[in-house]
Each structure stands twice: as C-alpha cells, then as structure tokens.
C-alpha cells in the first residue's frame, strides 16, 4: 500500500490500509488512520493526525509549519476528521502557541486545488472551499459553508454556517449564520435560501430566517437593537437560535 519510492519516517503511524503515492514524504508524529488515500507528490509533516477515508491529491502540503513571523519551532498540532477530499496544491499550516496551538478540520470538506487553510483555523463538517479560497490565521469557518473561488477571509473572522460567498469576496468582518456575500470588501445579499432548501429546511423555517434577516438588514437598527427584537420574536425556533448565536458571538462586527 506504500509505494517504494515514498519517504516515509519510521515515527510515522499509519494504518495497515492507508494508500501512499510515489515520492511523497510523510515526517514523524504524523498519524493516519485507515482508508485514507495518499497520491504522489505530496508533503505531510506533524504533529499531524488524520482520520479515515481521507483522500489527499498531488502536491498538497499539509501539517506544515505556518507563516506567522512569531512561530518559533513550537510543537503546535494539526487535527483533520474524517471523509475529507484535499485536491492538488492546498496548503494547511498546523497552529500557533498564541492561540490553542491546533489547526482542526472536520468531516466530509472538500478542499479544491490551491485553497489555503492559516494557522489556527478550525473548519467545521460539509464545507465546500472552491479554488483558491484561502483563509488567514485563527478563521473560524461553520458547517455547510461554501466558499467561492478566490474568496480571501482576513484573520479573525468568523463565518456562520450555511453562509456562501461568491467568487472573488474578500471577507474582513463576520458573517453570521446563512448569509450570502459578495463583493470586495463583502456586501450582504440576502440569505442562502436555496441552499437551505436543499439542506431540507421547512418553508416555516425559512420564512422566520427572512424575517429575521430583515430586521437586521432592513430597518435601519443598531444590532442590538436588533437582537433585542430577534429574541422576542424567535425565542423558540431553533434555526432561528442559530442566526443569533452567530450575531451576539461576532468579535470583529458583522458583515453589512
């Protein structure tokens, strides 16, 4: 299941079933359970431990040391899920003792070719990141989020889950959960609808997301005034809940 022309340290902990292409180079502490796929041509350095079923394509990087000029050769980690699809030429930088020193991604992504995941990144589960999204450092990115081609997140952010960007967005504010932006800097456009919808979403549920985005959007309220309102009248509706915990956990303000 090793190709003879792959490097692979003798630290390194693979399962029995785990595939490795030619000319890849795995370092120590790095850790793959089974079912994954290596190509060829790909770099895998740890701390590192990767789940099952993974498939990681030609000339990735991944667990590499990251970018931040304060890194200073600190044992920092690198944590991906399960069932995850990593294409030609993304990097994934591990994480930084300035923050929990982890870089994490969840299950079922998908990494188009030359995305780019920073340091300190978590990424939650189904996510969609198209060609050439890059995030920088300590980005927090939810469940289902798609990310357009090019799209470009500065440090910090926060983007909810649901949300989708279009292609060439540059993100430097949060987004809260089901937004839909564009635009450099990004803009807000309304609600993911149709992805919702596909994701199985009740008409009821999604009429409350429409309202709820109005009030924030369209009547001209301070965001806590907003909010105020939000808890009112969708106390009880849970995907409702989810749009007002991505508003009142917002750091770096929201994208309007």
């Not at 502490?29 to 290596?38: K, L, P, S």
């Not at 789940?51 to 044992?75: L, R, T």
């Not at 649901?162 to 959960?177: E, L, N, Q, R």
Request: aromatic share 6%.
């Amino acid at each position: 299941m090793i190709h003879p022309q792959a490097i692979v340290d003798p630290k390194a902990k693979l399962a029995p079933n785990v595939e490795v292409g030619p000319w890849t180079l795995i370092g120590p502490d790095v850790e793959i359970d089974e079912g994954t796929v290596v190509g060829p041509h790909v770099v895998l350095r740890g701390p590192t431990k990767i789940g099952k079923a993974n498939k990681i394509f030609q000339f990735a990087s991944v667990g590499e040391e990251c970018q931040d000029k304060k890194y200073k050769g600190e044992p920092t980690r690198l944590e991906i899920g399960d069932c995850n699809i990593i294409r030609e030429s993304v990097t994934i930088h591990r994480g930084t003792v300035q923050d929990k020193g982890l870089t994490k991604i969840g299950d079922d992504n998908l990494l188009m070719a030359y995305v780019h995941i920073g340091h300190d990144c978590e990424v939650g589960n189904h996510t969609v990141f198209a060609n050439n999204a890059a995030i920088a450092g300590h980005v927090k990115v939810g469940d289902y989020v798609i990310l357009g081609g090019f799209t470009n997140i500065h440090q910090y952010c926060q983007i909810g889950s649901y949300s989708m960007s279009s292609i060439a967005t540059v993100i430097v504010k949060d987004v809260p959960a089901y937004l839909m932006v564009q635009g450099n800097n990004a803009n807000a456009r309304g609600m993911n609808i149709e992805g919702m919808r596909r994701k199985g979403f009740s008409k009821e549920e999604l009429e409350n997301l429409k309202l709820a985005y109005n009030t924030v959007y369209r009547q001209g309220l301070t965001l806590a005034e907003a909010l105020g309102n939000l808890k009112q009248k969708f106390n009880t509706c849970e995907k409702t809940a989810l749009f007002i915990e991505s508003l009142e956990n917002s750091t770096r303000g929201i994208t309007r």
